[in-house]
């Protein structure tokens, strides 16, 4: 009988350690949403659900003050595997200061934000060696934290709400050093992100600029190169009952979760074929240049206008700057909508 290969089994390690992470966070969420209610209506054990509720209830401020990290959750042999699976790879320009706090926005969002993931809510490629004294929060939707035992999961790992509530605390009430990270595009942009293609959602997105100036973050750029790369985007001819499906199918999702749904695929157990895993595309998150910020209480239109051009002017220098070494063209341009 023959053995795997040591290249073999690492190829299946990494293809299962990313396999595993969405149906986790599906897994983990159907625990307590499922069983709560089936032991309080068909059991005599009502203790159990009651005593999570009444913690959750108890707990509920937690999430959005600093929220409770895991330096061993975040050190996890898996997230190696992952980031290897890639590969993941973080970069800075320069160093960031532990006696200030940042917004760190990052740009493009892609179909899932792995890069952002792997490289700021792990330890997987090294941040707080790459940042010594600087201690990262990545922003996400807030109904996450509303179910028991997956807001335990994403908090050890240094996830917050990418609420004004919870990043205002973390850039005020922590002292130096805080670093919170927000996709600025939100998942609007996903329906964006395809191969070859640099188009994200900005122009209107201000919020993370007047947070900055209210809070008197230093705001730095970072563009994860490779992003749009791991999913290939479906959008079926106009006319065609596949597109008119995909269109009411998108409003709906919108509607309900009030989030926004893209068809796309990537590849499946083995490279050549078909499936929803990413494919082995290298992602590279640049971390830019910090661009210090005044902190005005109630900063006006005029003043968050004129920091979110300058944001935007950074953003293209960083861009152009590493675009070629990263895998695009000369040609290659960065468009905001």
Request: aromatic letters at 14%.
């Amino acid at each position: 009988m023959a053995f795997l290969s040591r290249q073999n089994l690492q190829e299946i390690l990494q293809t299962l350690s990313v396999l595993q992470w969405l149906p986790v966070y599906i897994f983990l969420g159907a625990i307590p949403i499922i069983l709560i209610p089936y032991f309080l209506v068909f059991t005599n054990c009502w203790t159990l659900p009651v005593l999570t509720l009444a913690w959750l209830a108890y707990d509920w401020n937690t999430h959005s003050q600093g929220g409770r990290r895991s330096a061993w959750v975040r050190k996890w042999t898996l997230w190696k595997y992952f980031r290897n699976y890639f590969p993941i790879k973080l970069v800075k320009t320069c160093d960031l200061s532990p006696k200030h706090n940042y917004i760190i926005a990052n740009h493009p969002h892609g179909v899932v934000s792995y890069g952002v993931f792997i490289n700021f809510a792990t330890e997987a490629t090294g941040v707080a060696r790459i940042f010594p004294g600087i201690t990262p929060s990545v922003g996400t939707l807030e109904g996450i934290f509303w179910i028991p035992i997956v807001r335990e999961y994403v908090m050890s790992m240094g996830v917050c709400p990418v609420s004004e509530l919870a990043l205002k605390y973390l850039l005020t009430q922590k002292g130096s050093g805080n670093a919170v990270v927000i996709v600025v595009g939100g998942a609007a942009e996903a329906l964006l992100c395809r191969p070859g293609v640099s188009t994200i959602f900005l122009k209107q997105r201000k919020g993370f600029v007047k947070l900055a100036l209210k809070t008197g973050a230093h705001l730095v750029p970072s563009y994860s190169f490779g992003e749009n790369e791991v999913y290939n985007q479906e959008t079926f001819p106009e006319g065609t009952w596949l597109r008119f499906f995909q269109k009411t199918f998108q409003g709906t999702f919108k509607k309900i979760l009030g989030l926004n749904f893209c068809t796309f695929h990537g590849r499946g157990l083995t490279q050549e074929s078909w499936g929803f895993l990413p494919f082995n595309r290298p992602i590279t998150t640049v971390v830019g240049e910090p661009l210090p910020i005044p902190r005005i209480k109630r900063p006006n239109q005029k003043t968050v206008d004129k920091y979110h051009t300058l944001y935007i002017s950074a953003l293209r220098k960083l861009f152009d700057q590493h675009k070629v070494q990263y895998g695009l063209s000369e040609t290659q341009e960065l468009t905001i909508i």
